[in-house]
C-alpha cells in the first residue's frame, strides 16, 4: 500500500519523520543535562520503536507490566525497569524468569510488597534490583518524602532485595493550569527526589538511581541537580492533551487516527468510523471537551460510542459521506494498547507497519 489515501479504515498511522525528530529531541535534551533516558515505552509497546531510542542513546527502557516485558525480552531488548509496584508469588517467579533473559528492576513502595518479589528471589540464591517509589504530589503510588528514609532502609535489609534507588513520576502535571506552573512542578518533581536520595544516603545507604519523568515535565526535571535518570514515554508521539498543555505543537504529534466519514445525519453533526475501541475514551488534558480533534478542521469529535465517534460540526464547517480524516487522539498511549499494528508514513507515504507486540498485556 503506497499511500494513505490506499489505507482501509480506522487505522493508526504514525509518522515516522515526526517520531523520530521527537526521539532525537528528548536523547538531546537528556545528553545536555547530563542524565540516562529511560524511555517509558507503554505509550507505544513496539520493540522496534524502543530500538530507535536505544539507537538515539536511551539505557534501556521503562515498561508497567512483566507481560509487557516478557514480550520485550523475547525482541531482545536487554534492560528494563518495570516503573509500578510489582506485588506478588505468582509475579516474583516471572520476574526471576526474566532476570536471567535480562537486567531488570522493578518498583517498590511498601516493604510487604518488596517482600513478595525478594523472597522469591533469596530462596534463589539471588537478589532483585528495586527502585522505592516517592510521592512528589501526585498522590497516587509512592511513599511521602518524609517516609523515604525509614522504608529505604528497611527495604535494604529485605533479603533478596539490592536497593538501586529511588523514583517519582509528577502525574500531577497533567492536571496543570499552564506552562509556569508545569514548570513549578517539575522542579518540585526532581527537588523532592533529589532531596530524599540525598537524606537516604545520610543514612549510609547507596542510591545509585535518582529516576524522574513524565512528557510534560522531562526538560524541567531532568535538570536538577542530583537526578540521574528520566522516563518519559509520551513524547514519541504526542497527542491533542500535550498541545493542550503546551509541551508541543500541532507539528510535533507523531500518531493519528486516519477515518472515513460514515454519516451525515445532520449539518451539525458527522460520525467517523472510530469510537471508543479505536480511540478509547480518555478525557482531554488538563480539561477540555471531547474526544479528540481533527487535523485542519475547527470541529471536534464531541461524543463517542464503541464504533462511533460524533463531530460537531463547528458553522462554517461541512462533512461529506466516504470523506477521510486524520484524528488527533486524546491520549496516544492508550490507543496503542488498542490497535495489532501500526501504520509507518512520511507525510502521505506509507513505508510499512510495526505489531504493537505488547499491546494488551495486563499482567
Ligand atoms: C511511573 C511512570 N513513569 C513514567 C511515565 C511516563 O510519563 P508520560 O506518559 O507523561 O511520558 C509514566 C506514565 O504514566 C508513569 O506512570
Known sequence: ??????????????????????I??????????????????????????????????????????????????????????????????????RVLALSQ?????????????????????????????VLLKVDCGYHRVGVSPEAAVTTASRLAELPGIALRGVFTHAGHAYHASGRDEID????????????????????????????????????????????????????VYHDASQVSL?????????????????SVPAPERAVLDCGSKTLSSDPLRPRGEGHGWILGRKSRLASLSEEHGVVRVEPGESFRVGERVRVLPNHACVVSNLHDRVVLARGDRVEGEWRVAARGRVR
Open 246 to 262: 503546551g509541551t508541543c505543537g500541532l507539528g510535533d504529534c507523531a500518531m493519528t487516527v486516519l477515518a472515513t466519514v460514515v
Open 101 to 129: 533473559r535480562m537486567r531488570i528492576a522493578i518498583g517498590a513502595d511498601s516493604v510487604a510488597g518488596a517482600a513478595t518479589i525478594g523472597d522469591v528471589f533469596h530462596a534463589a540464591g539471588r537478589r532483585i534490583e
Open 1 to 22: 500500500v503506497p499511500f494513505l489515501d490506499d489505507l482501509d479504515t480506522p487505522s493508526v498511522v504514525v509518522d515516522l519523520d515526526v517520531l523520530e525528530a521527537n
Open 184 to 235: 513549578r512542578i517539575a522542579r518540585t518533581e526532581g527537588e523532592i527526589l533529589a532531596q530524599a536520595a540525598a537524606e537516604i544516603r545520610a543514612a549510609g545507604i547507596p542510591v545509585a538511581e535518582v529516576s524522574v519523568g513524565s512528557t510534560p515535565t522531562a526538560r524541567g526535571s531532568m535538570g536538577v541537580a542530583g537526578v540521574t535518570e528520566c522516563r518519559p514515554g509520551n513524547y
Open 24 to 93: 532525537g529531541r528528548m536523547a538531546a535534551h537528556a545528553k545536555e543535562s547530563g542524565v540516562r533516558l529511560r524511555p517509558h515505552a507503554k505509550t507505544h509497546k513496539i520493540p522496534e520503536l524502543a530500538r530507535l531510542q536505544l539507537a538515539a542513546g536511551s539505557t534501556g527502557i521503562s515498561l508497567a507490566k512483566i507481560g509487557e516485558a516478557e514480550v520485550f525480552a523475547d525482541a531482545g531488548i536487554e534492560d528494563v525497569f518495570l516503573a509500578y509496584p510489582v506485588v506478588g508469588a505468582k509475579k516474583a517467579d
